[in-house]
């Protein structure tokens, strides 16, 4: 249930100009190594519902048929898809119950992937989690805006 530990990544420093100071030689670093190497990685650490929220994964989707339905394939050739579980009667999108209850956020690059109607659904059910303020949005303040109302009541003509 526990994270995996960390792999000490040793990046080969610049100061010995390619000479090796170690007697066994080492191969080149992977791309991973290499962009973990370069980017300074931080673990993230994770969030604060992560055991409510697993724990709502699995009562419903461990040991059940579930249905994956692929959505596409990121920049990174990662397989993208959406999971669908049985319950009851009806067939629930597990991304949208975890969002409607304040257990995930609605990310846009990750649902650009998805058909505009489901992306529409997600991001209205995370702006009512947001104003609701459920789970993760707890702490949750709208960002202020320079805008104010001029005034509630206006009426204007429209000539064509």
């Known amino acids: 249930m526990g994270r995996k530990p960390t792999i000490p990544i040793e990046v080969p420093s610049e100061e010995t100009n390619g000479e090796n100071n170690n007697s066994k030689s080492r191969g080149p670093l992977t791309s991973?190594?290499?962009?973990?190497?370069?980017?300074?990685?931080?673990?993230?650490?994770?969030?604060?519902?992560?055991?409510?929220?697993?724990?709502?994964?699995?009562?419903?989707?461990?040991?059940?048929?579930?249905?994956?339905?692929?959505?596409?394939?990121?920049?990174?050739?990662?397989?993208?898809?959406?999971?669908?579980?049985?319950?009851?009667?009806?067939?629930?999108?597990?991304?949208?119950?975890?969002?409607?209850?304040?257990?995930a956020k609605y990310v846009e690059w990750s649902a650009c992937i998805m058909e505009d109607e489901a992306r529409r659904k997600l991001k209205a059910a995370d702006l009512l989690t947001k104003k609701s303020k459920l789970r993760l949005w707890t702490n949750y303040v709208p960002a202020a805006t320079n805008s104010k109302v001029i005034s509630d009541n206006i009426t204007r003509k429209v000539c064509l």
């Not at 650490?45 to 249905?67: C, L, M, W």
Request: aromatic share 10%; proline share 3%; net charge positive.
């Open 32 to 103: 991973t190594q290499r962009i973990l190497a370069s980017s300074g990685f931080n673990e993230v650490s994770p969030g604060p519902y992560r055991r409510e929220a697993k724990h709502f994964t699995k009562i419903r989707v461990q040991n059940r048929d579930v249905q994956i339905v692929h959505e596409g394939v990121d920049k990174f050739s990662n397989l993208i898809g959406s999971v669908y579980y049985s319950d009851g009667e009806s067939t629930k999108g597990l991304a949208m119950e975890l969002t409607k209850i304040g257990y």
